[in-house]
């Protein structure tokens, strides 16, 4: 009894970490959907902030808004470059190379509001919402196609079709050599939009 105690607090302290990544994930997931319905909320928002009787009252609105909808997607950014990492890809099912890719996307995007003004360049606006699509589009496909679908029920009963097992077989615990190679391609990727971010974050703090 005294040797099985180690062990099993091993396990309880493994499981407690795989939940906490897969709660990163849902976190990040939830951040970035909320940042992009925000975006594209923005003209209802100023009609909203145009029935404002009182001008400080819409000026406070308009700040919490612009705020949750530009952190949310700075922290999704955050959240799903921490989980690029083999150990992790190892220890939860992160769908490949969905995941990865789309927080590569949202990088991108990110740099793309920081390089220009989206509000009054079309171009650029029109750009950063292809980016921010693209990125929604591959994590939320991901999570439902990949991570959560074709439970462990169904393939132990063989009830699983051929489509659902090759999307399973995109998770990245059950793919160490799609893991390595995902890898190996969007870490670089995400190492370069993190620099450009900050490069941008710190040339919009000089001209403030």
Known sequence: MVWALPAAEEGVEKALEVWS???F?????????????????????????NS??????GENFGIIFVLVRDLSLFAAFGIGAMLINPDIFGDIKLALPFVPL????LGLALVV???KDIEKDRRANKLFSYLLLTAAFLQYFGFVFVMEAAPEEWVSSGK???????LR?????????????????TFPLIVLVFIL????????????
């Open 160 to 166: 699983a079709g051929a489509f659902w097992l090759f």
């Open 52 to 57: 404002f009787r009182i001008r400080l009252s």
């Open 113 to 115: 509001k920081l390089s």
């Open 21 to 23: 990544l897969m709660s």
């Open 102 to 105: 789309g927080t590569v996307f």
């Open 197 to 208: 971010i900050l490069l941008k974050g710190i040339s919009h703090s000089s001209q403030g």
């Open 25 to 49: 994930f849902q976190l990040s997931l939830l951040l970035l959907l909320i940042g992009l319905l925000l975006h594209f909320a923005g003209r209802y928002y100023q009609r909203i902030l």
């Open 169 to 185: 077989s995109l998770r990245s615990n059950l793919n160490p050599s799609l893991s390595m190679c995902t890898f190996y391609l």
